[in-house]
T-cell receptor
Framework: DTGVSQNPRHKITKRGQNVTFRCDPISEHNRLYWYRQTLGQGPEFLTYFQNEAQLEKSRLLSDRFSAERPKGSFSTLEIQRTEQGDSAMYLC??????????????FGPGTRLTVL | GQSLEQPSEVTAVEGAIVQINCTYQTSGFYGLSWYQQHDGGAPTFLSYNALDGLEETGRFSSFLSRSDSYGYLLLQELQMKDSASYFCARGGATNKLIFGTGTLLAVQP
């Protein structure tokens, strides 16, 4: 399977705990994105990497959130001191940069986070 | 602003044709993408329009009118498996996607 993969698929944690999610993009894709989706809403952009450089962060990404892509391949998203409002589906997407138009982004299956 | 508006729900019968509309605000607009998402699944790319006109991919077509800040997704020969949420999403200079609120399509026998 050469699609985007995410682990874990589900995570239940208690408020105040730290969690970390991993995303493995499609191997030839140099761009990687994190989105968050809550029930009944569209995905909301969190952050974006081109290779190992984090080029944009949403205002949704508070100080408790940090993302890395250390070697320009897989990425991790960490949430510290989780709150109940962090409960959501966290989606990762990847794309290959194209000079002439918006990239097509391919999404992984997501990690569903439940904060108790 | 960069918001997108879609109808919240659409219902149609098997074999029919359905159109899902999307209006957007023009600031920084590059193009319009469409994604399908089944309950509990990942968004799946369907179509993309950067220029005015119709793009056809099998039973699905997408249309864009930049002058009207409007696009639509057309689904033909509806099948039960097409029951899902459909999102339009706008792209811009930074490549992040801004998604609409989604349209829940229910296909009935």
């Amino acid at each position: 399977d050469t699609g985007v993969s995410q682990n874990p698929r589900h995570k239940i944690t208690k408020r105040g705990q730290n969690v970390t999610f991993r995303c493995d993009p499609i191997s030839e894709h140099n761009r990687l994105y994190w989105y968050r989706q809550t029930l009944g809403q569209g995905p909301e952009f969190l952050t974006y990497f081109q290779n190992e450089a984090q080029l944009e962060k949403s205002r949704l990404l508070s100080d408790r959130f940090s993302a890395e892509r250390p070697k320009g391949s897989f990425s991790t998203l960490e949430i510290q001191r989780t709150e109940q409002g962090d409960s959501a589906m966290y989606l990762c997407a990847s794309s290959a940069s194209r000079r002439t138009s918006t990239d097509t982004q391919y999404f992984g299956p997501g990690t569903r986070l439940t904060v108790l | 602003g960069q918001s997108l508006e879609q109808p919240s729900e659409v219902t149609a019968v098997e074999g029919a044709i359905v159109q899902i509309n999307c209006t957007y605000q023009t600031s920084g607009f590059y193009g319009l993408s469409w994604y399908q998402q089944h309950d509990g699944g990942a968004p799946t790319f369907l179509s993309y329009n950067a220029l005015d006109g119709l793009e056809e991919t099998g039973r699905f077509s997408s249309f864009l009118s930049r002058s009207d800040s409007y696009g639509y997704l057309l689904l033909q020969e509806l099948q039960m498996k097409d029951s899902a949420s459909y999102f339009c999403a706008r792209g811009g200079a930074t490549n992040k996607l801004i998604f609409g609120t989604g349209t829940l399509l229910a296909v009935q026998p």
